[in-house]
């Protein structure tokens, strides 16, 4: 079977966990639930991963992620106040 990584991150006032890990190479699912409805965290984006995406209040949604090359990646949030990282390792 092959392998794959979801990561869940609760967007509420940030991200929670703040620095999540993902193992280099394996396909790699971010899966957000944003639970809080303070400002611009409802929107996420990444140069990094090369993403925008909305985050509408508690339902979740999920950001396929390239772990190919090892890392720190960051996201934030629509105006660049909350960041998040994922370490590709
Ligand atoms: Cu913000």
Do not use: W
């Not at 979801?6 to 639930?33: R, S």
């Not at 090369?50 to 720190?72: A, H, M, R, Y």
């Amino acid at each position: 079977m092959k392998e794959i990584q979801n990561i869940n991150i609760t967007v509420d006032g940030g991200y929670e966990p703040e620095t999540v890990t993902a193992k280099q190479g394996v396909p790699t699912t971010l899966t957000f639930t944003r639970t809080n409805t303070q400002g611009c965290l409802d929107v996420v984006h990444s140069k990094d991963f090369n993403f925008e995406t909305e985050l509408p209040i508690d339902q979740t949604q999920t950001v396929d992620i390239d772990t190919s090359k090892p890392g720190t990646f960051t996201y934030s949030c629509g105006m660049d106040m909350f960041f998040g990282h994922v370490e590709v390792k």
